[in-house]
């Protein structure tokens, strides 16, 4: 037995594995920077939606023909789902303490948002690759 | 040490002391703040569903655009909308809170709780703003 202990952790905690899995920096940090991504690229976004209102499904698909504004959209899907993704565990993580339902929930999470965000970049890159008129 | 049950199982002789819970406290609003940080997080959450909700819509032709975007365009569909645009402007606002306090700044009461006011007046304000410009673009 070891007169000096590496960590204050417990045989028995380190066993469960319920320690920190030092993904919190990372998260932490993740958080922010697209948090200061989303700031600029909400307003475009909201700007953006001001313009496409009245101009209808062939307006829209125009204004999606330039490469900017298809860029600008998928950063916006990239950078919110990101953002909405970890946000939703923080939650999951403080409110959900049954290890199924937690685990079911940090999963359909992660599935929900990887998901929507492959399905809407796709769905933008189809009409901003379409062939004018013919979209 | 020979009180010490912990591995007994028995079940404990008094009720452990609670901290604070939400009902002993006096609504401030910093409070209200950080909870509707959250709130408005979940429904956006929603927002951004239904914003890939609208790039299928607009991949799949124009009947499907036409149909979604008359669904966003009802009533109901515009009040949801107006509620996103508050949702999007207080937690933007909120969040560049937490980012002034994330530098270590802002945290006297008197300052957090101006900023909590100018949260919400932005927020109020800019929906008016955006819902303004709508109105007068035809897009309402």
């Known amino acids: ?135 | 040490m020979a009180d010490v049950k912990a591995d007994t199982g028995a079940p404990a002789l008094r009720p452990r002391p609670l901290s604070p819970h939400l009902q002993v406290w006096r609504w401030h609003i910093t409070m209200a703040t950080s909870i509707l940080h959250r709130v408005t997080g979940c429904a956006l959450y929603v927002g951004a569903l239904v914003l890939t909700g609208w790039a299928v819509s607009l991949a799949s032709g124009p009947d499907a655009y036409a149909a979604y975007t008359g669904l966003l365009g009802s009533i109901l569909g515009k009040l949801v909308m107006i509620g996103f645009t508050l949702c999007v402007f207080f937690h933007m606002a909120n969040g560049v809170r937490h980012l002034v306090w994330d530098i270590g700044k802002g945290f006297l009461p008197k300052t957090a709780e101006f900023s909590a006011v100018v949260a919400f007046a932005f927020a109020a304000v800019a929906t008016a703003v955006v819902w303004a410009i709508a109105l007068l673009t035809g897009s309402v």
């Open chain 1, 1 to 135: 037995m070891a007169l000096a202990p590496k960590s204050y952790r417990t045989p028995l905690g380190r066993a469960r594995g319920m320690g920190s899995a030092h993904h919190g920096v990372g998260h932490f940090i993740g958080q922010r920077a697209s948090a200061v991504a989303l700031l600029f690229l909400l307003l475009w976004g909201v700007w953006s939606a001001l313009k496409l209102a009245p101009v209808g499904y062939d307006g829209a698909v125009a204004w999606l023909h330039s490469p900017i504004h298809t860029a600008l959209l998928v950063l916006l899907l990239a950078a919110g789902f990101y953002h909405v993704r970890i946000g939703a565990q923080v939650i999951i993580e403080d409110y959900l303490h049954t290890p199924l339902v937690k685990a079911a929930s940090l999963l359909l999470n992660t599935f929900v948002c990887y998901g929507a965000f492959v399905l809407a970049a796709l769905s933008v890159l189809k009409v901003a690759f379409s062939v004018s008129g013919a979209a």
